[in-house]
Antibody
């Protein structure tokens, strides 16, 4: 059974930093593109970032590029999201998700339960 | 940039109804579209990808169709567990989700 478990969420002040982790199990982690997708309260999902299997290629949404960094450790079956210069509009539930690569295009077949990030003073 | 719209935004229906949700793209996107179901307090659940391919384990009462700029998700006979919000998603290296359609009980 595929399992994804996010951790590291919390309350942070504007301008602060936070690092999310995602622990994966039940599948061959180093065969999957992995992604972060967030969902602000009452809003639809918003893709944040994706990372290739060998970490050679990272993709970022314009809203987070230059502030967020995605990484993975295949030896630990783990995905990370380093979030810097956080803004109020980054407040959301952050999901870790497996990304199916469909000709260089992604959709998401397994999701974690999410980690809540609140940016507020 | 490509934009996705969904219609209706809200739909009230009864158990057993046939329900159709539409997703429109501002430019042609071939068949690069997925559909998700999301229930309150839960993560989205993949239903369909590549416009019409049913994800493994998903009920056959869900079907998808369309290509280019107009796509539809159809639930052939609405069941109590289908009351949820549905999102379309453009398959891309920078994926994009639609605004959602909430299906509520009439």
């Amino acid at each position: 059974e595929v399992q994804l478990f996010e951790s590291g969420g919390g309350l942070v002040q504007p301008g602060g930093s936070l690092r999310l982790s995602c622990a994966a199990s039940g599948f061959t982690f180093d065969s999957y593109v992995m992604s972060w997708v967030r969902q602000a309260p009452g809003k639809g999902p918003e893709w944040v970032s994706s990372l290739s299997v060998g970490s050679s290629t990272a993709y970022y949404a314009d809203s987070v590029r230059g502030r967020f960094g995605i990484s993975r450790d295949n030896s630990k079956n783990s995905l990370y999201l380093q979030m810097n210069s956080l803004r109020a509009e980054d407040t959301a539930l952050y999901y870790c998700a497996t990304a199916r690569n469909y000709g260089g295009r992604f959709y998401f077949d397994f999701w974690g339960q999410g980690a809540l990030v609140i940016v507020s003073s | 940039d490509i934009q996705l719209t969904q219609s209706p935004s809200f739909l009230s229906a009864s158990v057993g109804d046939r329900v159709t949700i539409t997703c429109r793209a501002s430019q042609r996107i071939s068949y690069y579209l997925a559909w998700y179901q999301q229930k309150p307090g839960k993560a989205p659940n993949l239903l369909i990808y590549a416009a019409s391919t049913l994800q493994s384990g998903v009920s056959s009462r869900f079907s998808g169709s369309g290509s280019g700029t107009e796509f539809t998700l159809t639930i052939s006979s609405l069941q109590p567990e289908d009351f949820a919000t549905y999102y379309c998603q453009y398959l891309n290296s920078h994926p994009l989700f639609g605004p959602g359609t909430k299906v509520d009980i009439k």
